[in-house]
């Protein structure tokens, strides 16, 4: 506070870390939920695949994106969620520690705040949840670019995976230990084949959430509302108002290829 700056103790400020994040590089905050495990099990969520937990870690997400600044794309799958800040952001000097710990408290209040909302009173939260977070700088957009299709390519694998494992326990009679048995050294190939000629499930059309994960971005979207208005000498009425707003949009589609960079080409910049 104000009284103590000028005082004797002030000098333990300069023992502070300088933490200042390179210039011009992207700044990735990644999540991790801590123990998840255990938390899913505890808090009886459905495997492979929780939609209620999903749909809160997105709120959540959400939530980051829209209470702190410069966050241009957002990536989630399970447990975690990376966010991106623009390479040109000046946010906290670009101080990592205060860029991390925002994002990470923010995540985590806005998790326990939006609990109810996805779980309902039939499941309550038993304990405070925490999310470990880190930050990592990438200099260039093809950096950023293979970061975001790494953690896909991991929702792909581990997805795939946990969907033959589960079809095969719940679907199939097996135990988890003859799931896990029967899918040692297996390849992708060989997991979709399982899938597709024991259970009759194309893993190509499972849900899209799933797959793929969720990507949020901001896209403008005119908006219009209805304002009630009173001009001088004039009898009060109600005036429709348009302007264009910035809404964050969740989307499960492919970030890997092309096709989604050419369609939001102002998310990277040069
Ligand atoms: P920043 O985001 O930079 O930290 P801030 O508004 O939180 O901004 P602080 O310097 O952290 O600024 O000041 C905290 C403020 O909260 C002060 O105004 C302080 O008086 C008020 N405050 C904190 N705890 C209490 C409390 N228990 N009762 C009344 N006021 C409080
Ligand atoms: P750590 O603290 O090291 O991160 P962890 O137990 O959280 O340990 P992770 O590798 O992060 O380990 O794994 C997350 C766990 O949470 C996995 O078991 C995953 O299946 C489970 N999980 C996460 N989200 C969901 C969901 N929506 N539905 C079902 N299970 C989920
Ligand atoms: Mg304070
Ligand atoms: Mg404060
Ligand atoms: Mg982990
Ligand atoms: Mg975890
Ligand atoms: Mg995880």
């Not at 990644?30 to 495990?37: A, P, T």
């Not at 079809?167 to 230990?177: H, I, W, Y």
């Not at 060989?190 to 994960?213: M, P, Q, V, W």
Request: charged share 30%; with cysteine.
């Amino acid at each position: 506070s104000s009284n103590m700056a000028k005082s004797k103790f002030e000098y333990v400020r300069n023992f502070e870390t300088d933490d200042t994040c390179l210039r011009n590089c992207y700044i990735v905050v990644r999540l991790d939920g801590r123990n998840f495990h255990k938390f899913t099990e505890q808090h009886k969520f459905s495997k492979p695949n929780d939609n209620r937990a999903l749909g809160l870690m997105t709120r959540s997400a959400h939530s980051v994106m829209e209470e702190l600044e410069d966050i241009v794309i957002a990536y989630g799958q399970s447990d975690e969620f990376s966010f991106v800040f623009k390479r040109t952001s000046n946010w906290f000097k670009r101080r990592a520690s205060k860029l991390m710990t925002h994002v990470a408290s923010q995540f985590s209040s806005s998790y326990v705040f939006y609990w109810k909302e996805f779980f309902g009173e039939q499941q309550p939260l038993l304990y405070p949840p925490s999310f470990d977070g880190r930050v990592v700088l990438y200099p260039s957009n093809r950096n950023l670019r293979d970061y975001l299709s790494w953690r896909q390519a991991d929702c792909h694998i581990n997805n795939l995976y946990n969907t033959v494992f589960w079809t095969l326990v719940q679907k199939g009679g097996l135990t988890t230990a003859q799931a896990e048995d029967r899918l040692k050294g297996t390849l992708a190939s060989d997991k979709n084949e399982i899938l597709f000629s024991e259970f009759d499930i194309n893993y190509n059309t499972e849900s899209a959430l799933h797959r793929k994960g969720t990507t949020l971005i901001w896209e403008k979207r005119d908006e219009t509302v209805t304002k009630r208005m009173k001009r001088p000498n004039e009898e009060e009425k109600d005036v429709a108002v348009t302007r264009s707003r910035r809404r964050v949009q969740a989307k499960h589609c492919d970030i890997i290829g092309e096709p989604f960079w050419e369609e939001h080409p102002d998310i990277l910049e040069d």
